[in-house]
């Protein structure tokens, strides 16, 4: 197996380190949301990042499809806590009380997250498509 470049090696190294905090730190918002009686959306957010640097490091490791199916469900998990922590803020605003702005920061990233990522599979699709007569 030959030696990987020093810009791998430290890749490979990030991802770790992004695994083992965003793990912790996921692991840690969940127990804290069980015990006092609710989990939010922005809990759950470090499960993304874990879920990427796992595609990380299985592409680091030749596993191509499992590191897209595992950054596609870090991506799905992204875009819902966006929405969802977006849809929360929307809904306390409409309704005349004071709303977290991060929360509305974070609801329209997510809207736009999910807006740029169905206009590349709508591309991708597109692109697969013959013209007729051809």
Do not use: C, K
């Amino acid at each position: 197996m030959p030696l990987a470049s020093t810009g791998a090696r430290r890749r490979r190294l990030f991802a770790w380190v992004a695994l083992a905090g965003s793990g912790t730190v996921g692991v840690g918002n969940v127990v804290e949301g069980v015990i006092t009686g609710g989990v939010d959306a922005l809990d759950v957010w470090p499960f993304a990042v874990a879920g990427f640097a796992v595609g990380e490091l299985l592409t680091g490791h030749g596993r191509e499809r499992a590191a897209r199916t595992a950054q596609a469900v870090a991506s799905v998990l992204l875009a819902v806590v966006g929405l969802w922590t977006g849809g929360a803020a929307v809904r306390t605003l409409a309704l005349g009380r004071g709303a977290d702005w991060l929360d509305l920061a974070v609801g329209v990233l997510g809207t736009l997250y999910v807006a740029v990522a169905a206009a590349l599979i709508a591309d991708r699709f597109r692109g697969r498509r013959t013209p007729a007569g051809v």
